[in-house]
């Protein structure tokens, strides 16, 4: 059975695991599953959220993984899979030292990671923080929402797109406002991410939304203007889904979305990848919702 460890943090008490790493075999601590943003359920399914800032009283007490953002696992001619869950705006830290006053706060690494914007988590283990913790730092990883739930725009106010972006800048201001709480440093966090996390990376770089909450930036093998991390013309792409799904009564935006709101997320799923498979899109590497303009 795993130890288990308290710590006081500005939120309030978090409770997280002493694990060993399988690389030096030396302990760790981890923190999984801590919520950075208010679930983004029903009226809130496409659109901004914002931060949970406290846990009361209680002590935080989730040592499992949270489930990546709802996204496809196995497509045939005649089934889509779905798997993770909208209520996914969870993040975990790891690092090898407990706080104490007076020891120096240690730099920050924040992973973006990849999947097309369609695919991904920060829970996979390739995401673990087992080889970089060979140094002593922080490690932050942690999941935004993909596919159609993170990069649906219909070009309104109510709308606009990129919550899976907006996800990552919340998670950013989480880690500014509260990794010191954990012995990192806000003044020295460094964000990475390869594929569509190294594009990801870029457009925080490029994001005033994002201005100040980082200082260093690594970006591997994907970037903001890559053709394939840019989506056109998303307002048809989000008309074009909700026909799919069988919406045929109106395109006006207010209706389309309340339309989506109401639909069962593997549904959507399932259309987004009926949309993917056909020419349109194969020309665009079978993406159909990524960042836009």
């Known amino acids: ?28 601590y981890s923190f999984r599953g801590i919520p950075y943003g208010k679930p983004p359920l029903g009226e809130l399914r496409f659109k901004v ?16 993984w949270h489930s990546a953002s709802k996204q496809p696992v196995l497509a045939t001619e005649t089934q889509v899979l779905a798997d993770g869950d909208e209520d996914c705006l969870y993040l975990n830290v790891y690092f090898n030292q407990l ?37 002593d730092i922080i490690v932050v ?16 106010d109510d709308v606009p797109g990129n919550a899976g972006l907006k996800d990552q800048t919340l998670a950013l201001k989480w880690v500014r406002d509260n990794i010191d709480s954990f012995g990192g440093d806000p003044k020295n966090v460094t964000i990475f991410g390869i ?4 594009a990801s990376v870029a457009y925080n770089v490029i994001s005033p939304l994002s201005r100040g909450l980082f200082h260093k930036a690594i ?8 053709p394939w991390a840019v989506q056109h013309d998303p307002k048809s792409r989000a008309i074009k889904l909700a026909k799919v ?37 194969t020309r665009n590497y079978t993406l159909v919702f990524m960042p836009c303009v």
């Open 219 to 226: 970006i591997q093998s994907g970037f903001a203007l890559n």
């Open 1 to 28: 059975m795993e130890e288990s460890v308290i710590l006081q943090t500005r939120l309030g008490r978090l409770k997280g695991l002493v694990q060993q790493s399988v690389l030096t075999g030396k302990p760790y």
């Open 49 to 64: 959220t914002f931060q949970i800032w406290a846990f009361g009283t209680n002590i935080w007490n989730d040592e499992q």
């Open 99 to 135: 706080p104490e006053k007076g020891r120096s706060k240690k730099p920050v690494l924040v992973s973006i990671h990849g999947g097309g914007f369609l695919l991904g988590s920060g829970n996979s283990k390739t995401n673990g923080p087992d080889f970089l913790l060979y140094e």
């Open 245 to 281: 799904l069988g919406c045929e009564a109106s395109e006006d935006p207010d209706f389309i979305v309340r339309f989506l709101q109401s639909v069962p997320a593997d549904e959507i799923v399932g259309a987004t990848q009926k949309m993917a498979a056909e020419k349109e899109y």
């Open 195 to 198: 594929s569509a996390g190294g």
């Open 141 to 156: 990883t942690f999941n935004y929402r993909c596919g159609a739930f993170g990069f649906l725009s219909l070009e309104s």
